[in-house]
């Protein structure tokens, strides 16, 4: 059923998400999930500077407002870029099956970590994700660092 779906209507979710978060003043990076058909679950974005909580990444924001579910594993998690250590443990803690990836060529996070599970990954690479962030990196790299736990 997964192969009827369209995954870029999904991205759109999350990119708006992003776009909300940069406009809050934040870093752009947002995420949804999906039920198997298709069906939005919850939806959120990075909030760490807007709430200085360096655990709110947009995947964990999306997760905390789909609430508790009976399994993940038929759920999509969709992020616009891949998720770092910490978002990858959170898909294999609760044994999401599929993530859609808006982009990873600013980060690669833990795609590959997730694959050698047995997650379905797809990184659509964006050519919009990827201007995003990139631009929002060069623009705050102290925030951006920070963000994903490097030294500034």
């Known amino acids: 059923m997964t192969s009827e779906l369209d995954y870029h ?9 992003a776009r909300l978060g940069m406009k809050e003043g934040g ?4 995420a949804a999930i999906f039920d198997g ?16 909580d360096p655990s709110l990444h947009g995947e964990t924001d999306a997760f905390r407002k789909a609430g508790r579910q009976k399994s993940y594993r038929k759920l ?24 859609i990836v808006g982009e ?11 694959r050698s599970l047995g997650v379905k990954v797809i990184d659509l690479d964006s050519p919009v994700c990827v201007s995003l962030l990139g631009e929002y990196i060069r623009a ?3 925030v951006w660092n920070e963000d994903i736990g490097e030294e500034s």
């Open 9 to 17: 209507s999904m991205l759109a979710v999350a990119l708006a998400e």
């Open 27 to 30: 870093i752009p990076i947002g």
């Open 37 to 52: 058909t298709g069906q939005l679950i919850g939806a959120g974005h990075n909030r760490r500077v807007q709430q200085g």
């Open 76 to 99: 999509i998690m969709v992020t616009t870029l891949a998720p770092c250590w910490y978002c990858s443990g959170l898909v294999r803690q609760f044994g999401f099956g599929t993530v």
């Open 104 to 114: 990873s060529r600013n980060f690669q996070g833990g795609i590959e970590w997730l």
């Open 140 to 142: 705050n790299p102290a």
